[in-house]
């Protein structure tokens, strides 16, 4: 950031500098990386471009009007600034988000506008809670390290208006198994069935720390954490692989609820 006193020496003429021309071609804003790294590239007539992310910031010289740079990710949403800078001074400015989970394994999409029960569930009339923030339109289950993620993209805003770990509105529950035998209750309170059986169940709840990995029978085996990217819509839990001993995640079954976390 500038200081006042330089701000004051650039702009006390009352000169305008020039505007160089500045575009980006990757990533595109929203993108969900595989790798914790991801390739900035753009054109521009300006003779030096600034890529700043997660407070590390690189200088790249464009050549031929092109430039290209990798730039680390960190886990969650990324916020990619690309400064062009002319050599009056002049700049131009733009920003992407570019998520980072770790490397996929299994998921899922689900059809838009169907956050409304067995049909007749109506959101409740506060205006905090805002269309689409319970129509769940796809999971995805990720491996970082010695995480996995449980990634929910909802329809609507991600808010967090009561304070809580990232989300306030939302409560999620993953259940995992073979696909295969007859309906058996769902984790306790939820009032519904799965349904085929189901081993363990993950939770994603911002509000009551409850999130984590449970047993049919309620009995939670390890915590989890929210990590939430509103700029993509994306909601993901974050559990220890050591919880989920003997599942193979990318040949189990998942199945998600999706239900309102109120008091």
Do not use: C
């Not at 970082?144 to 990232?166: C, H, K, P, S, Y």
Request: aromatic share 8%; hydrophobic share 35%.
């Amino acid at each position: 950031m500038e200081t006042p006193a330089v701000v004051a020496q650039r702009y006390a003429s009352g000169a305008q500098r020039s505007v160089p021309a500045l575009e980006l071609t990757s990533p595109a804003d929203g993108t969900v990386a595989d790798q914790p790294q991801v390739t900035v590239r753009g054109t521009t007539d300006a003779t030096k471009v600034y890529i700043g992310v997660g407070g590390n910031v690189q200088a790249v010289t464009p050549q031929d009007g092109a430039f290209e740079a990798t730039v680390p990710l960190a886990l969650g949403g990324n916020k990619i600034t690309v400064v062009a800078q002319a050599d009056d001074g002049g700049t131009n400015m733009r920003q992407v988000t570019v998520v980072s989970f770790g490397t996929r394994v299994g998921g899922f999409t689900d059809p838009s506008g169907d956050d409304n029960g067995p049909g007749t569930y109506v959101y409740p009339t506060n205006p905090v809670y805002q269309p689409g923030i319970f129509d769940l339109t796809g999971l995805d289950v990720y491996v970082d390290g010695d995480d996995v993620l449980f990634v929910a993209t909802i329809r609507g805003e991600v808010t967090n208006q009561f304070g809580g770990q990232g989300i306030s509105h939302q409560r999620f529950n993953v259940y995992l198994g073979s696909g295969t035998g007859d309906t058996v209750p769902a984790l306790p309170g939820t009032n519904m069935d799965t349904a085929s059986p189901w081993t363990q169940a993950v939770v994603g709840d911002g509000r009551f720390d409850t999130a984590g990995v449970y047993t049919p029978d309620g009995r939670r085996t390890a915590a989890g954490h929210i990590l939430a990217v509103p700029e993509t819509h994306h909601i993901a839990v974050v559990v220890p692989s050591s919880a989920l001993a003997g599942i193979d995640l990318a040949s189990a079954h998942y199945g998600i609820a999706m239900f309102g976390n109120a008091e």
